[in-house]
C-alpha cells in the first residue's frame, strides 16, 4: 500500500516563478518528513525536511510546509531556476522511510 | 569522504536467472538500505540492515534477499529473475537506522530482464 503518495507525475513552470510540488500521506505514525531531489543517473540527495511537530521549514530558496490534519505536505521553490529540473521525491519517516512515487520538475528558461 | 558506492552500474539478465547487488555505504555509516524504483512507483522500500542483521523489511517477495558484512558492506540478490524486475536498484547508507537519520544514496545499479 502507498502510505505516501505524489499524486502529480509532472510539473512545468517558468524561470522565476514558484513551484509547488505537493505530497500526501496515509500513517498519522510519521514523525519526520524529507524532500529528496533526483537528476538523472544519479541517486537522489537530500534537500529539505520537517519534524511533525513543526509546520514550516525554509531553507534559502526552499520552503516545506506541512499541514498534518489534512496529512499533507507541499515544497515550494521560489524562483525557479533551470537547474532545479530534476525528479522530486516526498519521503516519510516512523521506523522506516516511505517514499512517494516523484514528481519531475521542469523549469523552462 | 567517498560517497555511497554500487556495482554493477548496469546488469542484463534474462528471466529465471539470479543477480547479486554490491553496496559498500559512506565510512563510518553501519546502516544500508535498499529500494526498488520503476516509472510511476517510485521508491519501494525493500530492506534495511543495521550491525548485519535485517531490521526492517518491505513488501517483497521472498525472491528478494539481502546481507550485511562486518564491514558494513551489503549484497542483495534476487533469485529466479522475472520481468518485472527490471528496476533501478538504489542503496542508502545512514549513520544508523534510517528511521531516524538522513540517508544518503548511491547512484544505483540498472537491471533489466529480458
Known amino acids: 500500500d502507498q502510505q505516501v503518495k505524489q499524486n502529480s507525475p509532472s510539473l512545468s513552470v517558468q524561470e522565476g516563478r514558484i513551484s509547488i510540488l505537493n505530497c500526501d500521506y496515509t500513517?498519522?505514525?510519521?514523525?519526520?518528513f524529507l524532500w529528496y531531489k533526483k537528476y538523472p543517473a544519479e541517486g537522489p540527495t537530500f534537500l529539505i525536511s520537517?519534524?511533525?511537530?513543526?509546520d514550516k521549514n525554509e531553507d534559502g530558496r526552499f520552503t516545506v510546509f506541512l499541514n498534518k490534519s489534512a496529512k499533507h505536505l507541499s515544497l515550494h521553490i521560489v524562483p525557479s531556476q533551470p537547474g532545479d529540473s530534476a525528479v522530486y521525491f516526498c519521503?516519510?519517516?516512523?521506523?522506516?522511510?516511505?517514499f512517494g512515487a516523484g514528481t519531475r520538475l521542469t523549469v523552462k528558461p | 569522504k567517498a560517497g555511497v558506492t554500487q556495482t554493477p552500474r548496469y546488469l542484463i539478465k534474462t528471466r529465471g536467472q539470479q543477480v547479486t547487488l554490491s553496496c559498500s555505504p559512506i565510512?563510518?555509516?553501519?546502516?544500508v538500505s535498499w529500494y526498488q524504483q520503476t516509472p510511476g512507483q517510485g521508491l519501494q522500500f525493500l530492506f534495511e540492515?543495521?550491525?548485519?542483521?535485517?531490521?526492517n523489511k518491505g513488501n517483497f517477495p521472498g525472491r528478494f534477499s539481502g546481507r550485511q558484512f562486518s564491514n558494513s558492506r551489503s549484497e542483495m540478490n534476487v533469485s529466479t529473475l522475472e520481468l518485472g524486475d527490471s528496476a533501478l536498484y538504489l542503496c542508502?547508507?545512514?549513520?544508523?537506522?534510517?528511521?531516524?537519520?538522513?540517508?544518503?544514496f548511491g547512484p544505483g545499479t540498472r537491471l533489466t530482464v529480458l
Open positions: 542508502a547508507s545512514s549513520l544508523r537506522l534510517a528511521g531516524y537519520n538522513e540517508q544518503f
Open positions: 500513517n498519522s505514525m510519521f514523525d519526520y
Open positions: 520537517i519534524s511533525s511537530i513543526k
Open positions: 519521503a516519510a519517516r516512523g521506523g522506516d522511510m516511505r
Open positions: 565510512s563510518g555509516h553501519r546502516s
Open positions: 540492515y543495521f550491525s548485519e542483521t535485517q531490521r
